[in-house]
């Protein structure tokens, strides 16, 4: 077995170990001969390769079949399924096969695995060094297609350079959907052409909570920002390159405060006095919701005209968790439209609200996904859902025939706590260590392989309340996002079954490869001096999370 992660689904070893001339075929590794080639399908595969090794390792890595020297020699086969890939790494040529291109993109991440953690590196460490291969074949694919992270930089915003270190660092975990969540209560992250003021006023708050809601700890300094249309092309573009889907979230109608700051006409006008609404400045739930009005309609009709523009991604968030509904039951406007509909309540608006966007984005040919609470009041038709509040509304949905992305909160939620010690940093949520999150099965038990089939994958969140900059966002990330990512793409046992000690050893291999990332993991013993926060609240819950 090797030390991939995430684990290969075979391994097939042909010599004696790792060392040039190990393998019956000859050499197995890299040196200034080695040459790399590309068949049709592949082209862009190679080229990103050819930039990562040849900064890593110092070799050109030139294009040519012939000569001395190995070969590395990238090509999309038939005999594959189109994320699968396959290394044969023996003798001179070494192969890495893909049914797609992005399974030769999967393949070289592989590769570079194989290649140590020096490989992970943006500049050569030593130019004699010695680029030695194991000499093996390498077959795997991934068990579901959505394998997917959450990015939360409305709550904090992540610069457009730290986005795109992202990007990298689920490539080399083969994480294949980014899921931005670009709006909220606490800011607005992507610029609109039309509606500028939602950047120029919602994009912005006067200060932060630091720590938990109830903390008493604030950060005075205005805090803010946002990706121009450009930035978001060169995200898109960016992730297109590593195949990696960027999903974009727009809420509505709820965590909607930043959006109605900027456009008070958006809210509910015979309520309160909106005009004296600001971007909020805490965590939690706001009450200040978008009105079930035309104008809402139309005005969010045209921000989505233009995030249609900037994504390709077939699926679309519109968020619809989280709505209070209060404000919709003291207003004669929403009670005049709940009345206009026919419908039953609040919550059947807020259905009619998301049946709305589902049937546009339809007719433009993308697909609606929102959290399960668009389960309330009936489900659009098209609607897929991310199960965040525990398995029940994914398995609802399954079992109505809607596909499902895997996220509860109670177990893949990475802004919950690692540990239950003093030490860690604003403790948040239950304690979800590195094994917990390693035994997390996406598929619920109980659904029969027909509703099963519903399940996309699964995803990971990091919500960022808490997290103030890259490096807090690092370590609620690191090591668990590696287990998760296992767990997303290899076929593992049943959670009770796993080689969860077999997945440590192979973790001490993966560090390495993290500390050439320059990734700010917690380390297995715990937090390093300049990653706690003593004396900030946090909000963490006690005893195991309920299954279900």
């Known amino acids: 077995m090797t030390d991939v992660i995430p684990a290969p689904r075979r391994v097939i070893r042909h010599g004696p170990g790792p060392a040039s001339g190990g393998g019956p075929g000859g050499p197995c590794g890299l040196d200034e001969a080695t040459r790399l080639v590309a068949g049709p399908g592949a082209e862009g595969v190679a080229r990103r390769l050819r930039s990562e090794l040849g900064a890593a390792t110092g070799l050109n890595l030139p294009e040519g079949?012939?000569?001395?020297?190995?070969?590395?020699?990238?090509?999309?086969?038939?005999d594959l399924p189109p994320e699968g890939y396959r290394l044969v790494l023996d003798g001179p040529d070494l192969l890495i096969q893909g049914g797609g291109a992005a399974g030769v993109h999967w393949g070289a991440q592989t590769f570079r695995q194989l290649l140590g953690p020096d490989a992970f590196r943006r500049a050569p460490l030593r130019r004699e060094k010695a680029w030695d291969l194991p000499a093996v074949t390498v077959e795997d694919a991934p068990r579901f297609r959505w394998r997917g992270l959450l990015l939360d930089v409305a709550r904090h915003f992540m610069p457009k350079d730290g986005v795109?270190?992202?990007?990298?660092?689920?490539?080399?975990?083969?994480?294949?959907?980014?899921?931005?969540?670009?709006?909220?209560?606490?800011?607005?992250?992507?610029?609109?052409?039309?509606?500028?003021?939602?950047t120029e006023v919602g994009s912005w708050r006067s200060r932060t909570k630091f720590g938990h809601r109830a903390s008493p700890l604030w950060d005075e300094r205005p805090h803010g920002g946002f990706?121009?249309?450009?930035?978001?092309?060169?995200?898109?573009?960016?992730?297109?390159?590593?195949?990696?889907?960027?999903?974009?979230?727009?809420?509505?109608?709820?965590?909607?405060?930043?959006?109605?700051?900027?456009?008070?006409?958006?809210?509910?006008?015979?309520?309160?006095?909106?005009?004296?609404?600001?971007?909020?400045?805490?965590?939690?739930?706001?009450?200040n919701v978008l009105a079930p009005t035309d104008n809402t309609l139309r005005f969010y009709e045209g921000v989505f005209e233009e995030i249609l523009e900037l994504f390709p991604s077939r699926f679309v968030h519109i968020g619809g968790d989280e709505c209070p509904k209060e404000q919709w039951r003291r207003s004669p406007a929403a009670q005049a439209r709940i009345a206009e509909l026919g419908l039953a309540d609040e919550d059947?608006?807020?259905?009619?609200?998301?049946?709305?966007?589902?049937?546009?984005?339809?007719?433009?040919?993308?697909?609606?996904?929102?959290?399960?609470?668009?389960?309330?009041?009936?489900?659009?038709?098209?609607?897929?859902?991310?199960?965040?509040?525990?398995?029940?509304?994914?398995?609802?949905?399954?079992?109505?025939?809607?596909?499902?992305?895997?996220c509860p909160e109670q177990r893949v939620y990475l802004d919950h706590r690692q540990d239950g010690g003093a030490d860690e940093p604003v403790p948040i949520g239950y304690v979800r260590t590195l094994e917990d999150v390693y035994r997390f099965e996406p598929v619920p038990p109980e659904l029969t392989p027909r509703e099963a089939a519903h399940v996309l994958g699964t995803q990971a969140n990091l919500w960022t309340e808490a997290m103030e900059d890259h490096a807090r966002v690092d370590y609620q990330a690191f090591p668990r996002l590696a287990a998760f990512a296992e767990v997303a793409w290899s076929r593992l046992p049943a959670p009770a079954e796993r080689d969860f000690a077999g997945f440590e050893r192979r973790m001490q291999a993966h560090y390495a490869r993290l500390d050439a990332l320059g990734v700010a993991y917690r380390p297995p013993g715990g937090p390093k001096p300049w990653q706690k926060r003593p004396g900030v609240l946090g909000r963490p819950i006690d005893g195991p999370p309920p299954d279900r």
Not at 65 to 78: D, M, N, Q, T, Y
């Open 65 to 78: 079949g012939g000569g001395p020297g190995s070969r590395i020699a990238l090509s999309v086969v038939a």
């Open 164 to 198: 795109l270190r992202y990007l990298d660092l689920m490539a080399a975990h083969k994480l294949n959907v980014l899921h931005l969540h670009l709006t909220d209560d606490q800011g607005w992250r992507v610029e609109i052409e039309r509606y500028p003021r939602l």
């Open 227 to 287: 990706y121009t249309r450009d930035d978001i092309r060169e995200v898109v573009a960016y992730a297109a390159e590593r195949h990696i889907d960027v999903v974009p979230e727009i809420d509505v109608p709820g965590h909607s405060q930043a959006a109605v700051a900027a456009y008070p006409e958006l809210g509910n006008t015979d309520v309160i006095d909106t005009t004296a609404l600001s971007v909020w400045d805490t965590w939690g739930v706001s009450p």
């Open 348 to 406: 059947e608006l807020q259905a009619w609200f998301v049946a709305h966007f589902d049937k546009w984005l339809s007719a433009r040919g993308r697909r609606l996904i929102g959290w399960d609470e668009i389960l309330e009041g009936g489900l659009a038709p098209g609607a897929a859902v991310s199960s965040w509040r525990g398995y029940a509304g994914g398995i609802a949905a399954a079992r109505a025939g809607h596909d499902v992305v895997m």
